[in-house]
């Protein structure tokens, strides 16, 4: 999508963070942008510094688990600013664990909000968007950890890989559609999320050692080197300009995935293939070989400068 001007985008979680470097890079090239997120006081913290600019950003109260809300949230967009073009399903927790120490309670809430809150903007937005007929694009935001695991996260992680391979079919189910997808795989980008993630959790989510805890102070994810979300804005809204099926913001991670993809390459037998068993997978469908995966033709060099 080249021509982003005048369009309307819906970004969750976008009252914070990435979700509000999102938000500004789209209001900077003349977008309207709604701001949906569960927190009341964030979203009036963001609205001053875009009414400020005179910027037209709309905020709205949503939890991205909530099917019903999401579906007026839609309505509301559409009637403040018009049909949605894009959509950034942004939101999202972390709560590290490892597997032994994790509860149910732990994955509901992990896989609510990461995994089904992105499933719930998806299935309300898109038939919206595919009855527009105009042009559009989801972008979810995943991570890296999303391709290679952080020790003691195996929630985040799972969520996280589970956003890419659902990105990916995506775009081979819509790619004769109207709508273009990306996955967006950050690495850390200074943000509120370990603070958020605490406050965000609902009671019934919450284990007993959680509700028996003061209330999170506020901190923040922040670090002198991380990346901004101003720049991480920028970097996605040249990926929707781009239809990049991957935007990966972060180098330095270049050599920990060609590790992993290489060792998956290496547990393949070294075995000759059976060219007659292979000439029979080649006609399932794209079980043997997916071309979604030429789409991504363009290297990740900086230039909005
Ligand atoms: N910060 C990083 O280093 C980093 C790296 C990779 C991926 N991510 C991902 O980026 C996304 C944004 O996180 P961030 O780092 O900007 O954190 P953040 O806490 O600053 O922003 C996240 C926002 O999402 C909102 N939110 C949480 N649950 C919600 C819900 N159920 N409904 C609606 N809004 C909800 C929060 O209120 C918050 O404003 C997340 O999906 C996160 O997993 C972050």
Sequence with gaps: MQDV??????ITGGASGIGLGI?????GAGMKVVIADLRQEALDEAMAYFQE????????????????????AADEAEEVFGKVHVLVNNAGVAMPGSIEKTTFKDWD?????????????????????????EEAHIVTTSSMSGLSVVDGNVIYNSTKAALITMTETMAADLRNSNVGVSVFCPGPVS????????????????????????????????????????EVGQRVLRG?????????????FKDGLKARFDAILRAFPAEPINEERKAVIKTIGTLLYNPIYETQTTPGEPDWD
Excluded at 113 to 124: S, Y
Excluded at 198 to 222: G, I
Aim: aromatic content about 10%; glycine content about 6%; cysteine-free.
């Design 5 to 10: 001007a005048g369009k309307v985008a819906f």
């Design 23 to 27: 938000a500004k890079a789209f209001a």
């Design 53 to 72: 600019k005179n910027l037209p950003v709309h905020p709205l109260r949503l939890d991205v688990t909530d099917r019903e809300a999401y579906a007026r």
């Design 109 to 133: 809430f992990g896989v609510g909000v990461n995994f089904m809150g992105v499933i719930n903007g998806i299935l309300t937005f898109l038939p919206r968007m595919l009855e527009l007929g």
């Design 191 to 230: 943000s509120n999320l370990g603070y958020t993630s605490q406050v965000v959790r609902p009671d019934h989510l919450k284990n007993e050692w959680q509700l028996k805890n003061p209330p999170p102070q506020k901190n923040s994810s922040a670090h002198d080197v991380f990346m901004s979300p101003e």
């Design 240 to 252: 929707i300009r781009r239809k990049d099926l991957y935007i990966i913001t972060h180098p330095e």
